[in-house]
């Protein structure tokens, strides 16, 4: 059995110790987050991201190795296990390899070779096989003692056509061929997509389509998977057949069991029955191997690209939820509409609902002056500093209804554009209709739309990830594997923030490491019960939360007010004593934790200055700890999305006329995929920076230059108005 550890290491480039600390982590229960965060001396330091790669591939691997083990008692199980393939298992690692070595041993549907073999024709395919060129006989000949009304085989012919399905199964079954064969669909391979209809669809730039299998983008793959589901499409993968027809004799001939004249050199092909073996050969290919290899290579180039897209996902997601939020703000959240009206909200600075209404401002009513006079009557009452308009239907003219009240009435005011996407699968889950029981759905969509800009965090957590809509694709992935990548994003996101213990939601709770939903749900109950927490260890005291659940989540969770003032900080309690330490060495009092006034430049100086590793060896951590602990004093309340770019406020509308090329606008990512980023330039319609418009320099990956929420300048470089398409180019924006 291959020694994990040292795959593992020689994959990730990291050493096999701490390696092998990882996979001690995780199979004593420890969660990613917790692992990255408190463990970084066992870790080499290594980031949540790499973690849960190295934790996917430890599974995978373990998976495999469980599967080696099944196949291997399987064929000894049968008598069948030799020291060759033995060692071949032991070399296989793939899953691949290691089901094309099992293939000839597993039980079998009723096959035509297997009918062959009733009729007692094993035989006869054993002499094809030895393809003895000194045996002079025909293969009628061979054949003619096989013929048997009793046992169904009618006349020569028949005879020799249940030979060749024995010869062409023991072909399609064989490893070697089956590794050769794979390997010249990927060198050598065209993924093939033609039309099935003739009417138009999104599909149409398909309808005659080839691209080699080895150069096929993962976001094409998938969309003609779905053309093809939709029926649209019909897509093959065409292979050189002389190739592959050739790899194929090759391997029979090398199969061959031969007599001994044909041991002494005389070649198979000169034998009498080779062109037998020819015809269970190309049978093999055509009927057997061919459409078996062709749905694995689809499979593959389908599970590849899932996997890329995950990866785009992920990464948007990742940047959506680490937004920097609006605080301090009262905030009127509009979520716009025809018929039924534009729900709007008023939420003070911390997200508190503090009124809801309806207004008419859009058609078929129109009842603009009406509608001005209630949010002009809002923005007064409560001090609205701020708009969120949602981006769905009619967002436009909604947009437009409160520019020209800004321009005309309130210039001091400002709004912003928010992606309302998810709004409404909150709106209609049991978690809002307990959040707000008393409103309808369409007045809970405004209050998610207000409340996720002055945290997008703590509002998108309430939502499936699956239902924000920055993937590509999503819902033709494996939903479980997609459901566990972006919840990890989630996790990650929320730990590397942290949480206010007294004032977050159950579901914010329930993504800290180490909390279950009902055990957030305790939290959320004892705060009711009891008021809110004045220390972590009073966490103890909540139902069902065991001490390991205390270990992963502690430090995750802060108290803004706590007494002791490490429980403000992301220090974990483990660390305490160790903290206090640091700060009596350095003769700093309690520090800024508690109210001191050293900045982090001030304490990092003076630890620098008292020896960091001295500092360390005293206070009983390893250096990445000590440069935690250190921050952390300094910086109690320090939230890492201050860094991010701030969204972008308006207080005038544009149009998609309004556009010509050359214009130089400012703009916000709204999705990143791996052709380009999409910009929204406040036009309703975001326009597209292709990759090769994204730098004056090559850029192989998007993410490498923009994430999404970032704030950037682009160049429009056409409209076409008619298909709503905006073209721009971000060259010599920098």
Known sequence: MPDLTSVLAKEFGVAPDRVEAVIRLIDDGNTIPFIARYRKEATGEMDDQVLRRLSERLEYLRSLEKRREEVRSSIEEQGQLTGELSAQLVRATTLAEIEDLYRPFRPKRRTRAS???????????????RQDAADPRRPEALAAPFVSAEKGVADVEEALAGARDILAEDLSDDAALRGRLRELFFRHGTVVAKGKKKEDSVYRMYYDHKEPVNRIAGHRTLAIDRGEREEFLEVSIEVPEDD??????????????RGAEGAKGLPGRESAVWPQVVLAAADAWKRLVRPSLENEVRGLLTEDAQEKAMRVFSLNLRSLLLGAPIRGRTVMGLDPA???????CVVDPTGKLLTTGVIYPTPPYGKVAEARRTVLALVAEHGVELVAIGNGTASKETEIFVADLIREEKPSLKYLIVSEAGASVYSASK??????????VSLRSAVSIARRIQD?????????????????YQHDMNQKKLGETLGGVVEDCVNAVGVDLNTASPSLLSYVAGIQPAVAKNIAAYRVEHGAFRSRQELRKVPRLG????????????????KDPLDRTSVHPESYEAARIVLKKLGGGAGPAAGGSADVADLAARAARYGLEKLASEAGVGSPTLRDILDALARPGRDPRE???????????????DLKPGMVLGGVVRNVSAFGAFVDVGVHQDGLVHVSELSDTFVRDPFSVVSTGDAVRVRVLAVDAARKRISLSMKGMS
């Open 115 to 129: 009918i062959a073999r009733e009729k007692g024709l094993e035989p006869l395919a054993a002499v094809l096989w």
């Open 338 to 344: 025809y018929r039924t009206g534009c729900k709007l």
């Open 244 to 257: 592959a027809l050739g790899i194929v004799k090759d391997r029979a001939e090398r199969k061959a069991v």
């Open 643 to 657: 860094s991010a770019p701030q969204p972008e406020l308006r207080g005038d509308v544009m149009s998609l006329e």
């Open 547 to 562: 001490d390991r659940a205390y270990e992963q989540c502690a430090g995750f969770l802060r108290i803004p007010d706590a």
């Open 456 to 472: 997008p965090l703590a509002e998108l957590v309430k939502i499936d990830p699956k239902a924000i809509g920055v993937g590509q």
């Open 431 to 440: 978690l809002g209709a307990e959040e707000f029981p008393e409103f309808d």
